[in-house]
């Protein structure tokens, strides 16, 4: 894996996302979206797992908090949907604490409750795991 491997990715996820809101356009559930990406990322070829649960180590136990990320691509991206007004610290906080417990080093936001996607519905974040990989 490689830097440059995952802004490929990147650029896919963000393009399929892209896909299914010009088709979509906003105001709908997110759970809408979801089904909708998980299709476009069939038709694409993009290998995902969807509501992965995520576990939580604690006192070398594993707690199963129920904790569900919306989307990992290809074992190395954490994806949260969103369909809200405004993304806000604790949705980023939550894709991080996401990022740290798989062990991915990129995690994307999109909201799609926005007019233009790719100006303002999308974020993306890395880690320290991220600046360890080659390019």
Do not use: W
Not at 12 to 34: M, Q, R
Not at 53 to 67: E, G, S, T
């Amino acid at each position: 894996m490689t830097k440059q491997y995952i802004n490929d990715l990147t650029y896919k996820i963000i393009g399929a996302s892209i896909e299914v809101h010009k088709a979509l356009g906003a105001g709908l559930l997110e759970s809408v979206y979801h089904k909708c990406l998980k299709q476009e990322f069939i038709k694409q070829e993009i290998s995902f797992q969807s509501e992965l649960n995520v576990p939580i180590h604690y006192n070398d136990v594993i707690i199963d908090a129920d904790l569900r990320c919306d989307f990992l691509v290809e074992n190395c991206i954490v994806l949260e949907l969103k369909a809200i007004e405004h993304v806000i610290p604790l949705h980023e906080a939550q894709l991080f604490t996401y990022m740290r417990l798989l062990n991915v080093p990129k995690g994307i936001i999109i909201n799609f409750n926005c007019v233009n996607l790719f100006k303002n519905g999308q974020k993306t974040f890395v880690n320290d795991l991220f600046s360890k990989l080659p390019e």
